[in-house]
Nanobody, 127 residues
């Protein structure tokens, strides 16, 4: 069973940084691709970043490239999202997600590809 718990959200000024963490209590974490999504009030959930099971492949939304970095530590069953240069429009609930799809399948950016979701952590960027 996979249970994802996000942490690290909070209030930050525009231009600031935060590091989100996602802990997985399952036994097969190292075989899952992991992703981060976000959802602002009144908007659809949107893709932020994803990382392969080995950490060797990562993708980012164009809007966060160069500012956000996804990483994982399979020994600790953790995935991270380091965010810098935050903008007010990036205020949202950030969700961690896991996909149990075969590692042979390329990483996907759509929410439907992910099988498990955390409860989310609020990130508020003030001006």
């Amino acid at each position: 069973q996979v249970q994802l718990v996000e942490s690290g959200g909070g209030l930050v000024q525009a231009g600031g940084s935060l590091r989100l963490s996602c802990a997985d209590s399952g036994r097969t974490f190292s075989t899952y691709a992991m992703g981060w999504f976000r959802q602002a009030p009144g908007k659809e959930r949107e893709f932020v970043s994803t990382i392969s099971w080995s950490g060797g492949t990562t993708y980012y939304a164009d809007s966060v490239k160069g500012r956000f970095t996804i990483s994982r530590d399979n020994a600790k069953k953790m995935v991270y999202l380091q965010m810098s240069g935050l903008k007010t429009e990036e205020t949202a609930v950030y969700y961690c997600a896991a996909s149990k799809k075969s590692p042979l399948i390329p990483l996907q950016r759509t929410a439907a590809w992910y099988d498990y979701w955390g409860q989310g952590t609020q990130v508020t960027v003030s001006s």
